[in-house]
């Protein structure tokens, strides 16, 4: 993982990938979870180690699981709703883009503390408040962003991609601080946050753009994390 004092959006996504395949690379870790992985997994370019006993694809939704290939396990939850059915545990749980969809951010990491064995790990990639676009989207109503992103990122609605979900933000942070003081009461060992800067939502944009980036790379060297873009959230039980 990028340990510099100043980490750019452009290396989250790599980054969170190396987080996980340390993580899944360690001897201990035998039960894997994707949440949201119904049609882009984190680890599909990848062939996994032979010591992963199983890998289980959880969704909300059934027909998104029903995209899933049948080499893998399929768990059907909300992430931050009753899941006292629930009796899987894994060691490793993993999510790229999907917290920030959670209404509920402390219930959301209370189930995956539940769903962890003694020891594991959680590894959440999620943009953050209160980066502008972000802040924007969680202010505004959803009809309106939804044509903004429409304009600006046309791509996300073709037919390779899913468009746009509401977004809630709740405890997207990219603070260690905050995220450990949020998280105090429920159990985990260990939080550690992992705060990304800069984004592509304004590459169209001129003035803005420029603007926005210099407010970017001057809260990134001076750490002040509260305007980041994107996190890595890493949880222990």
């Known amino acids: 993982m990028v340990q510099s004092e100043m980490r750019w959006h452009l290396d989250c ?16 870790t035998h039960r894997i979870m994707e949440i949201g992985g119904t049609t882009s997994r984190s680890t599909s370019d990848r062939a996994l180690p032979d010591h992963i006993t199983s890998f289980t694809i959880s969704d909300i939704s059934a027909e998104e699981l029903e995209h899933v290939s049948d080499e893998f396990d399929t768990l ?8 006292a059915h629930v009796t899987q545990t894994f060691d490793l749980i993993m999510s790229k883009f999907c917290g920030e969809h959670m209404p509920d951010g402390k219930q959301f990491h209370k189930n995956m503390h539940q769903l ?6 959680a590894i959440h990639l999620v943009p953050t408040l209160f980066a502008s676009p972000f ?16 304009l600006l990122q046309p791509q996300r609605f073709d037919k390779q991609n899913t468009g746009k979900f509401p977004a809630y933000y709740s405890l997207c942070r990219g603070s260690t601080r905050y995220m450990r003081n949020a998280l105090a009461d429920i159990g985990f060992s260990d939080v550690e946050v992992y ?7 304004y590459d169209k944009l001129f ?15 001076r750490g002040w994390s ?7 959230i890493v949880t222990r039980r």
């Open 195 to 201: 705060e990304y800067y800069g984004h592509h939502y």
């Open 135 to 150: 802040l924007i989207n969680w202010l505004m109503p959803e009809g309106l962003t939804r044509k903004a992103v429409q």
């Open 207 to 221: 003035g803005l753009r420029q603007l926005d980036n210099w407010l970017s790379r001057l809260c990134a060297r």
């Open 13 to 28: 996504r790599q980054d969170y990938l190396d987080t996980v395949w340390a993580a899944i690379q360690d001897v201990k």
């Open 226 to 232: 509260f305007y980041s873009s994107y996190a890595i």
């Open 76 to 83: 059907q939850i909300d992430a931050c709703g009753d899941i």
């Open 116 to 121: 962890l064995n003694d020891g594991g790990i």
